[in-house]
């Protein structure tokens, strides 16, 4: 196994990235002080919108600089760099744990909540907050808009969590989308074909006046297609 170290010139934080080379993939480890975070980026993998495709671990050694990685939705001239990749992740998941705890203390703690209801909204809140960063790594923002303020964004699943429990965790069944287009799709408003453009449904006459058009669409790849699928065969309204 080949390993290379790289370090960040003017980095705040000191962190440090050390990539491992395995059979078409990357493991980075991230270390800011005594704190690491890893993360194995594979080819294939569904990262901010980007097909992992290629990794550049031989030049990365020459010139000591981080690895990097092309894609299939963007030409190489777009590559982007593995310890920002893991950097967006880390940082993710760090906001998302906080927010977690916060929850889970409030649900904990009040005493309104019966000990079984309790034991229930912990593990609905767990399966959501890994639910979101999931969506929040693989899109990055809105997967309709780009949109990134994550106050905007919901987790939207595709297949309604209340009928699909062995999917309910999967990230392709969901999208990150602005809320009133999460509100739309839930709803059946709107879905997507099989090439990712927007359906708007009959019934939503006045979709323009909050910004929703029929120039929309998304980038899918083929495992949403199945969860799609049902979308618009059970939620979608076409009549």
Not at 43 to 59: A, E, I, P, S, Y
Not at 111 to 127: M, V
Not at 163 to 183: C, I, M, Q, T
Not at 196 to 211: D, E, L, T, W, Y
Request: aromatic letters at 10%; proline letters at 3%; charged letters at 25%.
């Amino acid at each position: 196994m080949r390993k290379h170290q790289y370090q960040r010139k003017n980095e705040p934080h000191g962190a440090k990235y050390n990539f491992f080379e395995l059979t078409n993939a990357v493991r980075v480890v991230k270390t800011v002080g005594d704190e690491e975070f890893e993360h194995t980026f594979s080819k294939g993998d569904f990262v901010q919108g980007r097909t992992l495709k290629k990794f550049d671990f031989d030049r990365a050694i020459e010139l000591g600089h981080a690895v990097y990685v092309t894609s299939e939705e963007y030409n190489s001239s777009n590559a982007q760099s593995l310890a920002a990749q893991i950097d967006f992740i880390h940082k993710n998941g760090t906001e998302e744990k906080s927010r977690l705890e916060l929850d889970l203390s409030e649900i904990v703690s009040n005493p309104k909540i019966a000990a079984t209801e309790k034991e229930s909204l912990i593990k609905s809140r767990i399966g959501q907050g890994t639910f979101r960063q999931q969506l929040f790594n693989m899109w990055g923002g809105c997967a309709v808009t780009g949109c990134d303020v994550k106050e905007l964004l919901v987790a939207s699943h595709i297949v309604p969590w209340c009928v699909s429990e062995e999917n309910r965790l999967n990230p392709y069944n969901g999208f990150l989308l602005v809320a009133h287009l999460d509100k739309a799709f839930d709803s059946g408003l709107i879905s997507f074909d099989s090439a990712g453009v927007i359906m708007i449904s009959p019934k939503f006459k006045n979709c323009q006046s909050i910004g929703i058009h029929s120039e929309m669409g998304i980038k899918l790849k083929p495992d949403h297609e199945e969860f799609l699928e049902y979308h618009r065969a059970n939620v979608y309204q076409n009549t």
